[in-house]
């Protein structure tokens, strides 16, 4: 059976359906109505003023490699120069591949490249020293939650030290769905009332973030690099497996086939949750008390929900709920 | 495990193996000599968590002690207040129910003090059952309120097809009891209570087992089948299952009103509200979280729907009823036997209990954030229109929403602005996707005109159900809610320019 016409121009074959809506588009259509809407996105919520240093978080993964490519297309459009900005994990056998990709990205666009390292950055601790420190009898790997923390500090001082006023990433509606539904099994209440808008704008004197692709589903982000033969790293983090970001993921994979929409739905809850407000900040900023606990020998001391240790005179360990209840009177009613 | 909170599994040993749902109910092989953790005393025979064993009677004073404190803390029940036990068949309620009846009995310490009444709804039309089966089902059910001695109501889900409209206008919410106003509440009763004496209290409290509510009689054959006709056409288990929990609860708010009954208290433990909640996450109801899964629902206007099992889990209520002997009567459901993948709720039960086994305090994390939810509209918006079906302000806008946007570039045709939608793709796109403001629709499509007056969560389900639903007050909603809105689209159309007004109105 012939494929049918593109919807869009008529004259080409559609060589491809979009997940969303069902609608036959040939290949060139569809990498031009990803591009104007990733556009819109920026200009409705003014995400990246003409004028703007963009550093691009590129990590040589379809994401990232995507993301670089449109702004290098929307880039006189909109009146912004880009940085890429790569971060060096230290994780043996998998960041140097993915740092060749994206060296190579760099030459191919004519992009400045700068890679941060976090030997360099955080006096030594690359992730798999992180790794084996905070190996434990967990069932799961603490050692991403390390990793994201300090990845987005990396990137902060990547983007001063090339003089940008903003930093996007390339996280797509899938990656803000699984997060939501990851921030509630493990009960992150603090990462739950912050996220859901479309980025930040900077708040305790951080670069404003945003993410460009927010929401276009992953699927079509990969239709996207395959119609514009993009070169991109495609291989998972070693530590990944273990990482209990993993059940979320399953999770929304079983959601998506119960139904279509799942994806869009869980954007649209974690844009409108309403939780207690936050208690005040507090001394350090997550990755310097992470780095703190790592330093002194007790890894786990900044990821617990309590400062205790943060401050050798904090207040006590409160009790916690799950107990048994204690012998209170029960009130009259 | 990669909790926010690690102090869990402190206190278990290492390297042992993760608790399993634990059906036996003797005490652990490991410590034959080991005693009750709460009173030291007693021999063991259940476990709640890992290494926690109570014997029997600190087991009972615990669960007892959970359910008043859970109402007694939250201060909404007030004493002389006609509630409504919404019972269905299964553990959860039927240990409510006890509880409710046990707490009311005369040599219970601080008696409860208010007034039950139970409501049973036969949902056999839904699953298919035969006449046979739900009658004999409904035999069970008679013998079990029976025993209750509380004021009994059966009804069936057909009744929701003879609902008046009056059911979805929003009552005006009844400002919520202040502390005073709840202490001058008890005071007041205990003062009527020593004015009547001892056989006052007596007559007060005596249950009179009254005869059932049973207006209409069994449902007629047609009505049965216009519910499994409904029910078929239903494309998605997800949307039937939606539709049946929006249905049943209409009815039971209607019972409550026409009988007087201020509250209605529901069986949900923390185990099932855990999985709603993440339920209610992915069916895109993030806005309304904290009336789904919180102590106290009151959007509903003059009925308040209340939760007082919500800090059982499932494991404590199985043990107890076991224990207890309490009476429950097991139904088929829309879900029985349904393969795992079916819906979005059989998806999410499963993974939560199986991640509950993996790491034992999924289902206390899950709850400990949904106590932290809080019911405020976002960013100050003002209470605007009301869902029809799940009666929560609407949480669909046009300005920032992104979800808006993501809905529109899936119907609008490529390589234009998708800025505009007044007007575009008619048939089965206007539908879906409605960011839009009200008014870009002409009142012709009715399915369109009820599209508009639900929220987000609704919106999606209503795709899956392929016509408006039978039954006249569902029809006749939309002229009753906003007629306004109605009037001013249709003047809209004749109106020109200033200059043309006079003119126009002078001629009409």
Same mark, same amino acid.
Request: aromatic content about 6%.
């Given at each position: 059976?012939?494929?049918?016409?593109?919807?869009?121009?008529?004259?080409?074959?559609?060589?491809?359906?979009?997940?969303?809506?069902?609608?036959?588009?040939?290949?060139?259509?569809?990498?031009?109505?990803?591009?104007?809407?990733?556009?819109?996105?920026?200009?409705?919520?003014?995400?990246?003023?003409?004028?703007?240093?963009?550093?691009?978080?590129?990590?040589?993964?379809?994401?990232?490699?995507?993301?670089?490519?449109?702004?290098?297309?929307?880039?006189?459009?909109?009146?912004?120069?880009?940085?890429?900005?790569?971060? !060096?994990?230290?994780?043996?056998?998998? $960041?140097? @591949?993915?740092? @060749?990709?994206?060296?190579?990205? @760099?030459?191919?666009?004519?992009?400045?490249?700068?890679?941060?390292?976090?030997?360099?950055?955080?006096?030594?601790?690359?992730?798999?020293?992180?790794? $084996?420190?905070?190996?434990?009898?967990?069932?799961?790997?603490?050692?991403?939650?390390?990793?994201?923390?300090? $990845?987005?500090? @990396?990137?902060?001082?990547?983007?001063?030290?090339?003089?940008?006023?903003?930093?996007?990433?390339?996280?797509?509606?899938? !990656?803000?769905?699984?997060?939501?539904?990851?921030?509630?099994?493990?009960?992150?209440?603090?990462?739950?009332?912050?996220?859901?808008?479309?980025?930040?704008?900077?708040?305790?004197?951080?670069?404003?973030?945003?993410?460009?692709?927010?929401?276009?589903?992953?699927?079509?982000?990969?239709?996207?690099?395959?119609?514009?033969?993009?070169?991109?790293?495609?291989?998972?983090?070693?530590?990944?497996?273990?990482?209990?970001?993993?059940?979320?993921?399953?999770?929304?994979?079983?959601?998506?086939?119960?139904?279509?929409?799942?994806?869009?739905?869980?954007?649209?809850?974690?844009?409108?949750?309403?939780?207690?407000?936050?208690?005040?900040?507090?001394?350090?900023?997550?990755?310097?008390?992470?780095? !703190?606990?790592?330093?002194? =020998?007790?890894?786990?001391?900044?990821?617990?929900?309590?400062?205790? =240790?943060? !401050?050798?005179?904090?207040?006590?360990?409160?009790?916690?709920?799950?107990?048994?209840?204690?012998?209170?009177?029960?009130?009259?009613? | 495990?990669?909790?926010?909170?690690?102090?869990?599994?402190?206190?278990?040993?290492?390297?042992?193996?993760?608790?399993?749902?634990?059906?036996?109910?003797?005490?652990?092989?490991?410590?034959?000599?080991?005693?009750?953790?709460?009173?030291?005393?007693?021999?063991?025979?259940?476990?709640?968590?890992? /290494?926690?064993?109570?014997?029997?009677?600190?087991?009972?004073?615990?669960?007892?002690?959970?359910?008043?404190?859970?109402?007694?803390?939250?201060?909404?029940?007030?004493?002389?207040?006609?509630?409504?036990?919404?019972?269905?068949?299964?553990?959860?309620?039927?240990?409510?129910?006890?509880?409710?009846?046990?707490?009311?009995?005369?040599?219970?310490?601080?008696?409860?003090?208010?007034?039950?009444?139970?409501?049973?709804?036969?949902?056999?039309?839904?699953?298919?059952?035969?006449?046979?089966?739900?009658?004999?089902?409904?035999?069970?059910?008679?013998?079990?309120?029976?025993?209750?001695?509380?004021?009994?109501?059966?009804?069936?889900?057909?009744?929701?097809?003879?609902?008046?409209?009056?059911?979805?206008?929003?009552?005006?919410?009844?400002?919520?009891?202040?502390?005073?106003?709840?202490?001058?509440?008890?005071?007041?009763?205990?003062?009527?209570?020593?004015?009547?004496?001892?056989?006052?209290?007596?007559?007060?409290?005596?249950?009179?087992?009254?005869?059932?509510?049973?207006?209409?009689?069994?449902?007629?054959?047609?009505?049965?089948?216009?519910?499994?006709?409904?029910?078929?056409?239903?494309?998605?288990?997800?949307?039937?299952?939606?539709?049946?929990?929006?249905?049943?609860?209409?009815?039971?708010?209607?019972?409550?009103?026409?009988?007087?009954?201020?509250?209605?208290?529901?069986?949900?433990?923390?185990?099932?509200?855990?999985?709603?909640?993440?339920?209610?996450?992915?069916?895109?109801?993030?806005?309304?979280?904290?009336?789904?899964?919180?102590?106290?629902?009151?959007?509903?206007?003059?009925?308040?729907?209340?939760?007082?099992?919500?800090?059982?889990?499932?494991?404590?209520?199985?043990?107890?009823?076991?224990?207890?002997?309490?009476?429950?009567?097991?139904?088929?459901?829309?879900?029985?036997?349904?393969?795992?993948?079916?819906?979005?709720?059989?998806?999410?039960?499963?993974?939560?209990?199986?991640?509950?086994?993996?790491?034992?305090?999924?289902?206390?994390?899950?709850?400990?954030?949904?106590?932290?939810?809080?019911?405020?509209?976002?960013? /100050?918006?003002?209470?605007?229109?009301?869902?029809?079906?799940?009666?929560?302000?609407?949480?669909?806008?046009?300005?920032?929403?992104?979800?808006?946007?993501?809905?529109?570039?899936?119907?609008?045709?490529?390589?234009?602005?998708?800025?505009?939608?007044?007007?575009?793709?008619?048939?089965?796109?206007?539908?879906? /996707?409605?960011?839009?403001?009200? /008014?870009?629709?002409?009142?012709?499509?009715?399915?369109?005109?009820?599209?508009?007056?639900?929220?987000?969560?609704?919106?999606?389900?209503?795709?899956?159900?392929?016509?408006?639903?039978?039954?006249?007050?569902?029809?006749?909603?939309?002229?009753?809610?906003?007629?306004?809105?109605?009037?001013?689209?249709?003047?809209?159309?004749?109106?020109?320019?200033?200059?043309?007004?006079?003119?126009?109105?002078?001629?009409?």
């Amino acid at each position: 059976m012939p494929a049918p016409q593109c919807a869009s121009c008529h004259t080409a074959r559609a060589a491809l359906r979009r997940p969303r809506s069902g609608q036959a588009l040939c290949g060139a259509c569809f990498c031009a109505a990803f591009e104007a809407e990733v556009l819109h996105t920026v200009l409705a919520g003014r995400l990246l003023p003409p004028g703007a240093v963009v550093a691009v978080g590129a990590s040589g993964g379809k994401d990232s490699t995507v993301l670089a490519h449109v702004l290098r297309e929307l880039a006189p459009r909109l009146g912004i120069s880009l940085h890429l900005v790569a971060v !060096d994990e230290g994780i043996g056998g998998y $960041r140097d @591949a993915a740092l @060749a990709a994206v060296r190579r990205q @760099a030459a191919r666009w004519d992009l400045p490249l700068t890679v941060v390292a976090y030997a360099d950055l955080f006096g030594g601790w690359t992730m798999d020293a992180v790794a $084996r420190s905070t190996a434990g009898s967990g069932r799961s790997r603490a050692c991403c939650t390390f990793c994201g923390v300090l $990845r987005r500090r @990396a990137l902060e001082e990547g983007a001063r030290l090339v003089g940008a006023t903003h930093v996007v990433t390339g996280h797509n509606a899938d !990656d803000m769905a699984e997060t939501v539904l990851m921030n509630f099994l493990r009960g992150d209440a603090g990462r739950l009332a912050r996220g859901g808008g479309l980025g930040s704008p900077g708040e305790g004197g951080a670069l404003p973030r945003c993410r460009p692709l927010q929401l276009a589903s992953q699927k079509e982000v990969v239709l996207y690099a395959h119609f514009r033969r993009l070169d991109y790293f495609s291989e998972e983090c070693v530590y990944a497996p273990e990482a209990f970001r993993g059940h979320a993921r399953d999770l929304l994979k079983m959601l998506e086939a119960a139904r279509p929409s799942a994806v869009l739905d869980l954007v649209h809850s974690a844009e409108r949750l309403a939780l207690a407000p936050r208690r005040p900040a507090r001394a350090l900023c997550q990755a310097c008390a992470l780095l !703190d606990g790592l330093n002194r =020998g007790r890894p786990r001391l900044a990821i617990g929900k309590g400062r205790r =240790g943060l !401050d050798e005179e904090g207040p006590p360990r409160e009790p916690q709920p799950s107990r048994p209840p204690t012998s209170e009177p029960v009130p009259d009613f | 495990m990669c909790e926010m909170s690690e102090e869990y599994r402190e206190s278990a040993p290492k390297g042992s193996p993760p608790p399993r749902v634990l059906v036996s109910l003797l005490p652990m092989p490991q410590n034959p000599g080991q005693k009750c953790v709460k009173c030291k005393e007693g021999l063991p025979v259940v476990v709640i968590r890992a /290494g926690d064993a109570f014997c029997r009677d600190c087991f009972k004073a615990l669960y007892v002690h959970k359910f008043r404190a859970m109402l007694g803390k939250n201060r909404l029940i007030f004493p002389g207040e006609k509630v409504l036990l919404a019972w269905s068949g299964g553990p959860s309620s039927s240990s409510m129910v006890w509880q409710v009846l046990e707490g009311l009995s005369r040599d219970s310490a601080k008696r409860l003090r208010f007034v039950p009444g139970v409501i049973y709804v036969d949902e056999g039309a839904t699953c298919g059952q035969s006449p046979e089966d739900r009658a004999k089902t409904l035999a069970e059910v008679k013998l079990v309120l029976q025993t209750t001695g509380f004021p009994w109501h059966i009804v069936a889900l057909e009744e929701v097809f003879s609902l008046p409209p009056s059911v979805l206008r929003c009552s005006a919410q009844e400002p919520l009891g202040t502390e005073s106003a709840y202490k001058a509440a008890v005071d007041s009763f205990l003062q009527q209570q020593h004015a009547l004496g001892a056989d006052g209290v007596e007559r007060q409290s005596q249950h009179c087992a009254q005869d059932p509510h049973s207006p209409a009689g069994p449902p007629t054959t047609a009505q049965t089948q216009a519910m499994s006709r409904l029910f078929d056409s239903v494309k998605t288990l997800t949307a039937k299952e939606e539709l049946l929990q929006t249905l049943r609860t209409h009815l039971i708010l209607h019972v409550a009103r026409n009988h007087g009954y201020s509250k209605v208290m529901t069986g949900d433990s923390c185990t099932r509200l855990a999985i709603k909640l993440m339920t209610s996450l992915a069916l895109g109801r993030g806005a309304f979280l904290a009336w789904d899964t919180g102590f106290s629902d009151e959007r509903h206007g003059d009925v308040v729907v209340v939760r007082p099992m919500r800090e059982h889990t499932l494991k404590e209520v199985a043990f107890y009823n076991r224990l207890f002997a309490v009476p429950s009567v097991c139904t088929p459901a829309l879900d029985t036997k349904a393969p795992e993948k079916a819906s979005i709720h059989r998806l999410m039960e499963t993974f939560i209990l199986r991640l509950q086994a993996q790491f034992p305090s999924t289902v206390s994390t899950v709850y400990r954030t949904s106590e932290k939810l809080v019911k405020a509209p976002r960013d /100050g918006c003002v209470a605007g229109p009301r869902c029809l079906l799940c009666m929560c302000t609407l949480d669909v806008d046009t300005a920032d929403s992104a979800t808006a946007f993501g809905a529109q570039t899936s119907h609008l045709p490529q390589m234009q602005p998708p800025v505009t939608q007044a007007g575009v793709a008619a048939g089965p796109c206007c539908c879906a /996707g409605m960011g839009g403001g009200p /008014g870009c629709y002409r009142g012709e499509d009715p399915r369109a005109q009820v599209m508009e007056q639900l929220c987000y969560g609704c919106r999606v389900n209503m795709k899956d159900l392929p016509e408006v639903l039978p039954g006249s007050f569902w029809v006749s909603v939309p002229t009753m809610r906003f007629p306004r809105a109605t009037a001013e689209q249709e003047v809209q159309e004749y109106l020109l320019g200033d200059s043309e007004d006079e003119a126009r109105t002078s001629e009409s």
